[in-house]
């Protein structure tokens, strides 16, 4: 059965059918051939116990949060104000890539909204100032899977759901280990333009009175920040009502600085319905394929046969993480959380780790993915607001930044501290 899946399930996604038909089809498929139980007489059922959770509502309000922030333009003035800042060290305008990634991550929760802004901000500037396009693309790609991690985190929403885990946990979990891998990137990249000055361009000189102006440009996003993540950590607010809040708080703030018109609330509800949609629609499809897969009992199967090889938890847990490093490859993020998490999240968690460090062990493999070819969304994101280049150049940038994503694995494996340390202040 798991052969006949992968199968099915790489010949659809090779012929570029539609992530949420792929995955309903597949169940429909796979629930002909070798469940017991009639797909078709649960339809109802696993729609409706899919679809009616009341956190699913915080999806679209941080997709909607971040769209506000994007089409206003807030995002350029954090650019600027970071790029002041940070432009002195040995690779110059990357480490504002990274910088501004990080903060727009605090309040997107989107890893391709968050490459996409950062990208239409500043490739122009890196173009003109003559920067090597390989390195310049991959900081920008890999910034942007921060994202997923520094909480706001759709996708620690959507593993939460999927595993019922507690999101103001994740949220807090992610915190240290997100802030710990933009740290890591600034430092890699560091090292790689100091080892190579050339991939680093030309250095730029601010005046302290230059940054001190600039940082009137970071209280948008950090008091956003504030109010999302803060009324979650306070418990004022559960993950959906922070969501709310946000988006007013976007709101206030974009009328506050006049860039709030008509058509910026029209394009930002659109693309918050677009994305939604996607979401929605693969969480359910994925919803019908894990309730084949249960009713077929391959999760039990499953656990039996790594019962049987005598392997140990650890053992376990190092071939969980290959077999994301593998799949990322090919499946797309999202699609690979709701295709795995129900099967590998219960069988690691059943070994005694924790769900909430295991949920950033696997963002973690996620970011990875994103940049990691043929699939990575981000490297196609990013080569997209560029408009021009060959796409291997921003693959080529990437690849540093997928090693220091593996560093950062082992280190959160060796510490899982890292990730468990806020949690625990919560209880």
């Not at 708080?249 to 506050?256: L, P």
């Not at 799949?327 to 129900?342: A, D, H, K, Q, R």
Request: glycine content about 10%; proline content about 6%; overall charge negative.
């Amino acid at each position: 059965m798991i052969i006949t899946a992968l199968l099915i399930l790489m010949a659809l996604l090779l012929l570029s059918v539609p992530v949420a038909a792929t995955l309903m089809a597949l169940a429909l498929l796979l629930a002909a051939l070798f469940s017991p139980f009639p797909l078709i007489n649960a339809l109802g059922d696993v729609l409706w116990s899919a679809s009616d959770k009341y956190l699913l509502i915080a999806i679209p309000l941080f997709i909607l949060l971040g769209e506000i922030l994007v089409r206003t333009g807030i995002a350029r003035g954090t650019y600027r104000a970071l790029e002041s800042w940070l432009s002195w060290l040995p690779g110059g305008l990357l480490h504002a890539n990274v910088g501004t990634a990080t903060l727009f991550s605090a309040t997107s929760g989107s890893s391709v909204a968050t490459a996409a802004t950062i990208g239409t901000v500043a490739l122009p500037q890196g173009r003109d100032m003559g920067y090597d396009p390989k390195l310049f693309t991959g900081s920008i790609a890999a910034g942007g899977t921060l994202g997923i991690m520094i909480p706001p985190s759709i996708n620690l929403i959507v593993y939460g759901f999927l595993t019922e885990t507690s999101i103001p946990q994740l949220f807090a979990a992610g915190l240290i280990p997100g802030l710990l891998l933009a740290l890591m990137f600034i430092v890699g990249t560091a090292l790689i333009c100091i080892w190579k000055p050339s991939l680093g361009g030309p250095s730029v000189s601010h005046s302290w009175g230059e940054r001190i102006s600039g940082l009137r440009h970071l209280v948008p996003v950090l008091a956003l920040f504030g109010i999302v993540v803060g009324s979650i950590y306070t418990g004022l607010a559960t993950p959906t009502e922070a969501a709310s809040l946000g988006v007013l708080g976007a709101i206030a703030i974009a009328a506050f600085m006049r860039k709030l018109s008509v058509s910026v609330i029209v394009e930002a509800l659109d693309g918050t319905m677009k994305t939604t949609g996607m979401i929605i629609l693969i969480i359910i499809a994925s919803y019908f394929l894990n309730f084949v897969l249960a009713s077929a009992g391959i999760t039990r199967e499953l656990t039996s046969f790594l019962e049987g090889a005598g392997m140990g938890p650890y053992s376990t847990l190092m071939l969980a993480i290959l077999l994301y490093i593998i799949l990322g490859f090919f499946i797309e993020t999202l699609s690979l959380m709701v295709i795995t998490i129900p099967i590998v999240a219960p069988i690691i968690i059943g070994m005694g780790f924790d769900p909430v460090w295991l949920g950033i062990l696997i963002i973690l493999l996620i970011e990875m993915a994103l940049i990691t070819p043929p699939v990575g969304l981000n490297l196609y994101v990013v080569q997209g607001v560029r408009e021009g280049g060959p796409f291997s150049d921003v693959m080529k940038g990437a690849m540093p930044y997928v090693g220091i994503m593996f560093l950062m694995a082992i280190v959160l494996v060796l510490f899982p501290e890292l990730a468990t340390f806020l949690p625990e202040l919560m209880n």
